[in-house]
């Protein structure tokens, strides 16, 4: 597995249908980071995600630094076909396509792989069960096993933990961090903001615009929070794209017109605009139950 490289994000607006849902996202996703991506529903998480993985073109800006990359997606559970009829074994064997092509065989040595990968992920003689007969936990360890198997340099997974059980959560955080170790790029959205601060060194906070990225501490802090909760929910389908005014100003005190119909204006030198956003303070966040944003 070659090693992965810094994918660099430049001035990102992402959307659907030329409606914008992440405006004017900048930063670098080192190699070898560990990088959670945290805010409330609609905030564009997923967006991005969809992005890295070249499912969705941007609106404005560019990515760089993909090209040549093999990247391994993981979905929202929500999102797969359960019913079909394919057994665990050969659902997690698609991890192996970018070895066989869609319609090669298998070697034995391949097949052995597979059954490692189960066994790692804690379903070892599973590979002969019908995936509809699983639990959401025992399928999410079989889409980790197809991760494995993929190799890949990037990894970018949706929600990885959502609706299953929390020995399995564990089990599959553990992974995640080996994978890291490794030298592997590990991107993973989240809600829970308790298990981003015990495990994720790195956070990028979305409310669709950059809030914060960063060390995890310096990123979830009260103020940054707080921003989160200010954000509105709803998606408008009629925003328009965001405009720049004032062009060849640069980055120094350009405004955005966004689609919630606020206006802000960068100063220059705003991290906010150009990537690793400075906390306004480092105070510990409040105590409490797991926080989430649901």
């Not at 190799?151 to 890291?180: H, K, N, V, Y």
């Amino acid at each position: 597995m070659a090693a992965p490289q810094p994918v660099a994000l430049h001035d990102l607006t992402l959307g659907y249908d030329g409606h914008p849902a992440v405006h004017h996202l900048s930063g670098v996703i080192q190699p070898g980071a560990l990088l959670a991506v945290v805010g409330p529903n609609g905030a564009g998480k997923s967006t991005l995600i969809k992005a890295l993985a070249g499912l969705l073109k941007p609106i404005g800006g560019r990515i760089d630094g993909l090209a040549g990359q093999r990247v391994a997606y993981l979905p929202q559970q929500a999102t797969l076909e359960r019913g079909f009829p394919i057994l665990v074994g050969e659902f997690a064997a698609m991890g192996l396509w970018h070895e066989t092509g869609a319609f090669g065989g298998f070697s034995r040595a391949q097949r052995e792989r597979v059954r490692d990968a189960l066994a790692a992920v804690g379903l070892e003689g599973y590979a002969r069960q019908p995936i509809d007969t699983l639990s959401g936990g025992q399928l999410q360890r079989t889409l980790f096993a197809r991760l494995m198997l993929q190799d890949a340099p990037i990894l970018l997974l949706d929600e990885p933990f959502s609706a299953i059980d929390q020995r399995t959560c564990a089990d599959l955080l553990a992974l995640l961090q080996g994978w890291q170790r490794e030298g592997k790029t590990v991107l993973a959205v989240l809600h829970d903001l308790h298990q981003v601060r015990e495990a994720f060194p790195e956070t990028l906070m979305l409310a669709r615009e950059l809030v914060g990225w960063g060390p995890t501490a310096r990123v979830l802090t009260p103020a940054n929070l707080q921003r989160l909760r200010a954000m509105p929910e709803a998606f408008d389908e009629r925003a328009p794209v965001c405009e720049v005014e004032g062009a060849g100003t640069g980055h120094d005190g350009h405004m955005h017109v966004l689609p919630h119909g606020h206006e802000h204006v960068h100063e220059s030198g705003h991290a906010h605009a150009h990537g690793h956003a400075p906390a306004p303070h480092t105070s510990p966040l409040p105590r409490g139950a797991r926080e989430q944003y649901p």
